[in-house]
């Protein structure tokens, strides 16, 4: 049931909004003016059209537009010397001191200006050609900021998430990241960006990245599976679970993929922990009944396969109601504890061992014949009886009954060996009890 009064983890960074700096480089007003280094006398039309006359390029005037005089004779270079002292931000007019041809126009421009024209022209149509590309430019920059603010807000969003997650372009090159999986793969977010899987994994674990990235990007889908990693500086393997997806534009083309990884190792070891406690007989922590006819049918088809032998032994300790009667339930239930773990202690490793309930015990084995098992079975006997059981009020000698039964071609499955080897514990019952009966041979 889940807890409702669950707080949030106070260590995890509030999400503030970043904020875009200010432009201290762009006035609030776009400016045109006359800019002579040399000390070239103002033409008439600037005072007509406010060309404000400067001698040296305006602080934060990055997108105004400059009028600047060069020479017909030194176009080259007097246009590469005014365009390095501007910067490509600055609109620049080169007012020629002659007039040019359309051929030569051009080739001014070529050479760096954004527009041309001789001092004797009237500047109103370069103004207006001037005036709407810096409107244009002015607009560009809002939006890029904004663009910018956005981006940032969404890495800020992202980078407060605890999971590790990544984004990839078609090509497989890393495009974005969080902090946190940064911090997963040891690099830093530029160092992660451009790169491939080829630089942040072993070529053989990259191979088989690349190929399930590919797959994924050919097939448009989304990809979900498990696997063991290891986090930068920790050598323990955790078991982390990959939801990737594939990217598509508003055009329906693939153009990259996001991904998302959730350590799941103590839920992992959590769920591990629940289904060996299904499997389990809370007494003696053998397995249950349950547990045997599934883990023991598996070893049966398996046997089988291989035309391996394949016994099952079934115990019983004898007299247990009596020991029940003399030292109580209490008493019953140290009994069992102690054979259940004197038997587990010595067939873990040779086979499966389960509680079948009250005072019996089931045994299945793999690569023993009938005669290896009925020695096997008597060495159990034997050790259940060497040394008596403490209790409460004293000490108990216990001793078990154990029939043998193998495996045949005959049989159906598991159950037609547990049968063969629960009539064999009978007869050592009636026989005595404290001995080992084997099954007969089927003919």
Not at 110 to 118: E, N
Not at 265 to 277: P, W
Request: with cysteine; proline share 4%; glycine share 8%.
């Amino acid at each position: 049931m889940l807890n409702q009064t669950t707080k949030l983890d106070q260590s995890l960074p509030a999400v503030i909004p970043p904020k875009c700096p200010a432009r201290t480089d762009r006035p609030s007003e776009r400016g045109f003016f006359w800019w002579a280094a040399d000390g070239s006398d103002l033409p008439g039309w600037c005072l007509e059209a406010k060309v404000m006359p400067i001698t040296d390029k305006r602080e934060g005037g990055a997108g105004d537009a400059y009028f600047v005089p060069v020479s017909a004779g030194s176009l080259g270079r007097d246009i590469a010397a005014v365009r390095d002292e501007l910067g490509d931000d600055a609109y620049l007019i080169a007012v020629v001191d002659v007039a040019l041809s359309p051929t030569w126009s051009a080739r001014v421009i070529s050479l760096g200006a954004d527009d041309v024209m001789d001092v004797t022209a009237t500047p109103d149509v370069v103004i207006a050609r001037a005036s709407r590309a810096l409107a244009r430019q002015s607009a560009n920059v809002a939006r890029l900021e904004e663009v910018a603010s956005d981006r940032a807000f969404l890495q800020t969003c992202i980078d407060t998430l605890p999971s590790p997650i990544f984004y990839k372009d078609r090509q497989g090159r890393y495009i974005g990241c969080n902090k946190a999986f940064s911090a997963f793969i040891g690099r830093s977010r530029a160092e992660v960006l451009g790169s491939t899987v080829y630089d942040v994994a072993p070529p053989d674990l990259a191979k088989t990245y690349e190929d399930a990235d590919e797959a994924l990007m050919q097939e448009r889908g989304v990809q979900i599976y498990e696997a063991k990693v290891c986090f930068a500086g920790d050598d323990r393997r955790h078991t982390v679970s990959f939801h990737k997806a594939a990217m598509i534009d508003e055009g329906g083309e693939v153009i990259g993929l996001a991904g998302a990884m959730l350590d799941i190792t103590e839920h992992k070891a959590l769920e591990a922990k629940l289904i060996d406690a299904a499997e389990r007989d809370p007494l003696t922590n053998c397995y249950n009944r349950r547990k045997f006819f599934t883990a023991g049918a598996a070893m049966v088809e398996e046997a089988i396969g291989g035309n391996d032998p394949l016994c099952v032994l079934v115990l019983d300790i004898d007299h247990f109601k009596t020991i029940n009667d003399r030292f109580g339930h209490a008493g019953g239930d140290v009994v069992l504890l102690e054979v259940a773990e004197r038997l587990d202690d010595r067939v873990r490793g040779d086979g499966l061992i389960a509680r079948a309930g009250g005072e019996e015990f089931f045994v299945v084995m793999k690569g023993k014949s009938l005669d290896d098992a009925v020695v096997y079975a008597e060495m159990l006997r034997n050790l259940v009886a060497r040394d008596a059981v403490p209790v409460s009020s004293g000490s108990v000698t216990v001793t078990v009954s154990i029939g043998v039964a193998q495996l045949h071609a005959e049989d159906g499955g598991l159950n037609d060996v547990l049968k063969r080897a629960d009539e064999a514990l009978y007869a050592a019952k009636a026989s005595g009890r404290n001995r080992v009966h084997r099954a007969e041979i089927l003919g």
